[in-house]
């Protein structure tokens, strides 16, 4: 059992909904990026997404592209991010933590020395958006094998034909972007992802966590409200690239996952 199966065990003994967030790591700098990442579990975050910064993020929208430009310019790397889950894991151990970004710095890295690094680090997940179920041997199947869980994206254009090869070798929980687009691009209406969500389930007992489009405590309360969960990242990371304290975005933080948690 994974981290990511032993928090929605216990979130599911609570009857409670998952609060996910997503920042950036590196934005704005490596110590400003650690401070706000341990801060996150104390705001009600149940799982941390741990952005990749990366020069191309084609499933991304402004606000987190800036943010990885921002990290990037500070000088995070991969190394660095991994450094950063592995500082965060010094004081506590049982935060999920997901890497969420692109196939080419770990290519670039290697799968092998990769895996073993982000294993010894702390990580418990990957999410790696650019690449699909039919290239499962680059990194889902080695991941798998070496303990971490990787997560799949379905979308509103993954049909009923799609939909199980994309639920094959997927662990830990579907994320369903709820919108057809990048990030921050629109806003997740529970009324449209109600439906894909029931469907989603119907061929899966994983949990169903929804994100893209959350952005206030009362979309993450509606969202969660039909699915295992909610993920806000763009608001969030909005808050860092206007240079807001951290107490400050923790703070806001705090009340998507209020939000979450009350559904």
């Known amino acids: 059992m994974t981290r990511i199966d032993a928090k929605f065990a216990e979130l599911r003994a609570k009857g409670q909904k998952a609060f996910v967030s997503y920042v950036m790591a590196g934005d704005p700098d490596f110590d400003t990026s650690l401070e706000l990442v341990k801060g996150l579990p104390g705001a009600g975050v149940d799982i941390i997404e741990l952005g990749l910064p990366f020069t191309d993020p084609m499933a991304d929208g402004p606000t987190i592209?800036?943010?990885?430009?921002?990290?990037?310019?500070?000088?995070?790397?991969?190394d660095k991010t991994l450094a950063l889950a592995a500082a965060f894991r010094e004081t506590d151990d049982t935060t999920p933590i997901v890497l969420?970004?692109?196939?080419n710095?770990?290519?670039?890295?290697?799968?092998?020395?990769?895996?073993?690094k982000a294993k010894t680090a702390g990580v418990d997940g990957?999410?790696?958006?650019?690449?699909?179920?039919?290239?499962?041997?680059?990194?889902?199947?080695?991941?798998?094998?070496a303990g971490l869980n990787f997560i799949r994206l379905a979308t509103p254009t993954t049909?009923?034909?799609?939909?199980?090869t994309v639920l094959q070798n997927t662990s830990g929980f579907v994320y369903y972007v709820s919108i057809t687009g990048i990030t921050g691009s629109a806003e997740a209406e529970?009324?449209?992802?109600?439906?894909?969500?029931a469907r989603i389930k119907a061929q899966t007992d994983l949990p169903v966590i929804v994100g893209f489009g959350i952005n206030t405590p009362e979309k993450s309360r509606a969202i969660a409200g039909i699915a295992d969960g909610a993920v806000v990242g763009s608001a969030i990371v909005g808050l860092i690239?206007?240079?807001?304290?951290?107490?400050?975005?923790l703070e806001f933080v705090r009340t998507l996952s209020d939000g979450a948690h009350s559904a």
């Open 65 to 78: 592209q800036l943010a990885g430009q921002r990290a990037l310019g500070a000088g995070m790397t991969l």
């Open 100 to 103: 969420m970004g692109y196939y």
């Open 105 to 116: 710095p770990v290519y670039n890295q290697g799968v092998d020395t990769f895996l073993s």
């Open 126 to 145: 990957l999410i790696i958006v650019d690449l699909p179920p039919e290239e499962d041997s680059e990194l889902c199947l080695p991941a798998q094998k």
């Open 159 to 164: 049909d009923d034909d799609r939909l199980p």
């Open 190 to 197: 529970a009324g449209d992802v109600g439906p894909e969500v």
């Open 241 to 249: 690239g206007a240079g807001k304290p951290v107490a400050e975005v």
